[in-house]
């Protein structure tokens, strides 16, 4: 009875760890574990102990008797990999190498951004006797995108807040939330406080498409549309009209694809989870009927993951159909051109929500008065480049879509740090292994761009924090000049507990998981009012 990874998981091994056969892969150090989308199970040598679902923090794994019927393509996805890849001259077993000795006397680090990619630098650096980590981020509560940007009905996917909470029990771990760096702190401040100051602040903002008309009511950041039904206090208290019966999103990326669950969801399972109250009450009266997502390139070129696309083709009463199909598709047969072409080939039942995968159509313009009404769009055709890329060429061949929402979900992009180089092209700090220079670092999207999966950024932070470790240990790092708290109105470790418990109270009065406050007054209220309440 093999176990199956059955989602793209969080990839941050844990699974591989505790696996006493090695049987997962591929594994830290393997070729393509920093590109894979997800872990598999090799069914030939599991020999079901389970100890695999223990350590998994998103329960992404099951015994393959427990899949269910939307599950069930997981077992042959884990059982393909291993024919590709078959691993028969396996690499010993990851070992978590011992750390190096640090010299004598604490080593005080500032993380800026309480994110994914912050709160795992903060878990590498606390590896280390002596060290003192304090945490930043301009929001009074933390997690970054695993609060505010996985989807609500991915409650699985954020069960990995369970490891956050892990690291914040460690000693040496001290949060300072609601501080916005570069307007409360500046980076010469961190330095005077702190050895050295890692920034974790991702990718806050969007890429635009760069036609006609993307500035008109209706036409919307997937980013924002994101933070909105997710209760983020930048966005929770925007309006989004739905009051159209097409809802239309420019991309294919997973995020495309979370956005068009939640717009053909039934509001009452959206109840069930942390959704905002807002997003829910204009989900109610929601009138779309069907979400088209566009695609520039083909299904091979598609940008969404094969969990991802496996969960969408699992949906219940919701028809997700192909459109765009190229005919010589069939030469190329990977597992997500197979699942697309099963798709291509559901017949529609009539009355149901619609998604609609439309490949080979790029944007022009959006049309409307006041608001969209409209969204020209244009054919495409591929052509490989001398380098190999495929790129997608107009053929002039117009066709307007009606809607009166139209979504951009081609990409994040980061703003700049104040006081950092900044590469615009890439919208990156430049950098060496994490290093800016000794004394400033970087982790996760600044570092790297917006690319991988949660999991992702534990590899990318345990990079930058042997940089740092290397910086200190050979004398680099210059010594703070200050032990004074220069920010004693930010909220600490004890009241994100606070919002916490106050928040999953209130879900647990409703059968949810959590009500989130969602605005920075409601959210200090809560902190203090329940700091009370307890002490």
Request: charged share 25%.
């Amino acid at each position: 009875m093999p176990y199956v990874v059955t989602r793209s998981c969080c990839a941050d091994a844990s699974c591989v760890l505790a696996c006493p056969v090695n049987c997962i892969h591929p594994a830290p150090g393997e070729p393509g574990f920093n590109t894979a989308e997800m872990l598999y199970v090799d069914p030939r040598t599991c020999v079901d102990c389970g100890a695999c679902t223990t350590a998994c923090p998103v329960d992404a794994l099951k015994p393959h008797t427990a899949l269910g019927a939307g599950e069930l393509p997981f077992l042959e996805l884990n059982a393909s990999y291993y024919k590709d890849n078959p691993h028969d001259d396996r690499t010993p077993m990851y070992v978590v190498p011992r750390q190096p000795a640090l010299p004598a006397g604490e080593l005080s680090v500032a993380v800026v951004g309480a994110g994914p990619a912050g709160l795992f630098a903060a878990d590498e650096l606390l590896r280390h006797p002596g060290v003192r980590v304090t945490v930043y981020d301009r929001l009074p509560t933390p997690y970054g995108l695993a609060r505010a940007g996985v989807a609500p009905d991915h409650q699985d996917t954020k069960q990995v807040t369970r490891l956050f909470r892990t690291v914040e029990s460690q000693p040496g771990f001290s949060y300072r939330l609601g501080i916005d760096v570069g307007t409360d702190l500046t980076h010469t401040d961190l330095l005077r406080e702190h050895h050295a100051v890692l920034y974790a602040v991702g990718a806050a903002t969007d890429k635009r498409l760069g036609i006609e008309g993307e500035d008109l009511p209706g036409s919307v950041s997937a980013t924002d549309f994101v933070a909105w039904y997710n209760g983020h206090p930048d966005r929770a208290h925007d309006d989004h009209h739905l009051d159209t019966e097409r809802a239309v999103v420019v991309g294919n990326g997973n995020v495309a694809l979370d956005i068009a669950r939640i717009l053909t969801s039934d509001p009452d399972t959206l109840a069930r989870t942390d959704i905002s109250d807002r997003a829910l009450t204009a989900l109610r009266g929601s009138k779309i009927r069907e979400v088209v997502l566009l695609g520039r390139r083909g299904p091979a070129q598609a940008a969404f993951t094969v969990p991802e696309l496996l969960a969408l083709s699992a949906l219940e009463d919701v028809d997700v159909s192909v459109e765009g199909w190229p005919g010589d598709l069939e030469a190329d047969t990977t597992e997500k051109t197979r699942l697309l072409s099963e798709l291509a080939a559901r017949t529609r039942v009539e009355g149901r929500r619609r998604i609609v995968l439309r490949f080979l159509t790029s944007p022009v313009r959006l049309t409307g008065e006041n608001r969209v009404q409209a969204l020209e769009t244009t054919s495409t055709t591929l052509h490989t480049d001398e380098n190999g890329t495929v790129r997608a060429l107009p053929t002039g061949d117009t066709q307007l879509l009606e809607t009166g929402l139209v979504l951009r979900s081609v990409g994040y992009r980061a703003r700049p740090v104040p006081g950092l180089p900044f590469d615009e092209d890439s919208a990156t700090v430049p950098h060496e292994a994490g290093r800016v220079e000794p004394g400033v670092y970087v982790a996760g999207w600044i570092k790297r761009g917006p690319t991988g999966f949660i999991g992702t950024n534990k590899t990318c932070a345990k990079e930058t924090v042997e940089s740092l470790i290397e910086d200190f240990t050979e004398g680099r790092l210059a010594q703070p000049v200050t032990d004074v708290n220069q920010t004693p109105h930010a909220l600490g470790l004890e009241a994100w507990q606070a919002i916490d418990r106050a928040e999953r109270a209130a879900g647990e009065a409703e059968g949810r998981p959590r009500v989130k406050f969602t605005d920075a007054d409601s959210l200090r209220r809560a902190a203090k009012d329940t700091m009370v309440a307890v002490g």
